[in-house]
């Protein structure tokens, strides 16, 4: 049981290219799972940072605030350093078997009460702009209201999976970071993707996972999402 309803997930929503095999596929509860590896050459092959990242599983730290810096035994002067910064990051090999299915996590947080009526709840206007500015090309948006029944196969199926954690490079303190789960931090500038991520980590052995609680339990949302 959530302790905190503000955190609880209401429903959780995803965007499915507009093609027949990818819709019928969501529809019948199939989920395809993308290796990580594909968000890196993403952004940096095609330039493509919505969907992309180059810094995909991995934790940048931005040193700002240092102290004294001893390299080798030799003492450096902090004021003689211009920029220093910290990766942890998964290897490639890593990368290339370990794939994610990526969902818009909405919390109860994010409605509000109808002024009209209150037992109505809507999304919020703030959070309904961050669902427009996620899609990225020809893509249907659809909603999944059994997400207990997700999170339970999820776990059957030994899955990992939970919020992304978004952070500053500058102010977040690494020693927070659990170096075995890199593939669920980044950094703010992706904060409006909302993302609840499950992730497989032998993708080598198929990338399609089936969740009878997804089967008829699926709705289209249609309505104009504005195009950036």
Not at 149 to 173: A, F, M, Q, T, W
Not at 195 to 218: A, C, Q, W
Request: charge should be positive; glycine fraction near 4%.
């Amino acid at each position: 049981m959530t302790k905190n309803i503000a955190d609880a997930i209401v429903f959780l929503l995803k965007y499915v290219k507009n093609r027949p095999k990818y819709i019928k596929d969501f529809k019948n509860g199939n989920l395809y799972f993308t290796k990580l590896q594909y968000f890196n050459d993403l952004e940096n092959k095609e330039n493509n940072d919505k969907t992309g990242d180059k810094n995909e599983s991995k934790f940048h730290w931005e040193i700002n605030d240092l102290k004294s810096l001893t390299i080798a035994g030799h003492k450096i002067n902090p004021e003689d350093i211009t920029k220093i910064s910290l990766d942890l990051e998964m290897n490639s090999i890593d990368k290339d078997n370990c794939g994610i299915c990526s969902f818009f996590a909405v919390y109860f947080r994010d409605l509000e009460k109808d002024k009209d009526n209150e037992n109505v709840y809507r999304i919020k206007p703030e959070v309904i702009e961050d669902i427009q500015k996620l899609k990225d090309g020809d893509r249907k948006l659809f909603v999944v209201k059994n997400v207990k029944g997700l999170i339970r196969e999820s776990n059957e199926y030994k899955l990992e999976h939970g919020p992304v954690i978004y952070y500053d490079p500058k102010y977040y303190e690494i020693n927070k970071v659990s170096t075995n789960h890199l593939m669920f931090y980044k950094t703010n500038k992706y904060k409006y993707q909302h993302e609840y991520r499950f992730v497989k980590k032998d993708i080598g052995k198929g990338n399609l996972v089936h969740f009878n609680s997804l089967e008829k339990d699926i709705l289209e949302i249609k309505f104009k999402i504005k195009e950036n």
